[in-house]
T-cell receptor, first 115, second 110 residues
Framework: DSGVTQTPKHLITATGQRVTLRCSPRSGDLSVYWYQQSLDQGLQFLIQYYNGEERAKGNILERFSAQQFPDLHSELNLSSLELGDSALYFC??????????????FGEGSRLTVL | GENVEQHPSTLSVQEGDSAVIKCTYS??????FPWYKQELGKRPQLIIDIRSNVGEKKDQRIAVTLNKTAKHFSLHITETQPEDSAVYFCAANFNNDMRFGAGTRLTVKP
């Protein structure tokens, strides 16, 4: 158990819909990262938050947005869903602070299927 | 942006042989290089990491080497076992985030 909690574990929805994925980081970790992993693909960095502020942005689509709340949990919002958005979405947290030099602890992932 | 390239994409070895996976990175400011193992259907987990102030680090059957001049680092697994079969990802820090290579699917044949 990494200490990172992601919900829901599985989600099936239709094209055009909107979903919200939730992540609770390990106790004490201030950094939260979101990654997308499509079938048999690598980990594509989406976005990072540190203590409530956006710190880094990767290849995140404009249809996607995220935020980190004062209690440090984070949500990833995916809207106008397309078939290609089907993937495993991982959240990871780190105590490495702003410099990205600490171990990332991954949650179990949220598997999104868009039909 | 930061680019981390990883080779090979697939690797098959016989049990007991060694396996080597190589990565290159583009940002000379990167100073932290972890390796993650992802078993089928599971989350990635850190297996070893190295910081830029050392050239090599070992942990039992696994080792990582770093060449900062060449911006190149490698994972070495000796005496491979079937349970080493998984996808391995290298990564490098870039500014405030972590960028991953595309992964190497390692198969260890008994």
């Amino acid at each position: 158990d990494s200490g990172v909690t992601q919900t829901p574990k599985h989600l099936i929805t239709a094209t055009g819909q909107r979903v919200t994925l939730r992540c609770s980081p390990r106790s004490g970790d201030l950094s939260v990262y979101w990654y997308q992993q499509s079938l048999d693909q690598g980990l594509q960095f989406l976005i990072q938050y540190y203590n409530g502020e956006e710190r880094a942005k990767g290849n995140i689509l404009e249809r996607f947005s995220a935020q980190q709340f004062p209690d440090l949990h984070s949500e990833l919002n995916l809207s106008s869903l397309e078939l290609g958005d089907s993937a495993l979405y991982f959240c990871a947290s780190s105590s490495g602070g702003r410099l990205g030099t600490g171990e990332l602890f991954f949650g179990e992932g949220s598997r999104l299927t868009v039909l | 942006g930061e680019n981390v390239e990883q080779h090979p994409s697939t690797l098959s070895v016989q049990e007991g042989d060694s396996a080597v996976i190589k990565c290159t990175y583009s940002d000379s400011a990167s100073n932290y290089f972890p390796w993650y193992k992802q078993e089928l259907g599971k989350r990635p987990q850190l297996i070893i990491d190295i910081r830029s102030n050392v050239g090599e680090k070992k942990d039992q059957r696994i080792a990582v080497t770093l060449n900062k001049t060449a911006k190149h680092f490698s994972l070495h697994i000796t005496e491979t076992q079937p349970e080493d079969s998984a996808v391995y990802f290298c990564a490098a820090n870039f500014n405030n985030d972590m960028r991953f290579g595309a992964g190497t699917r390692l198969t260890v044949k008994p």
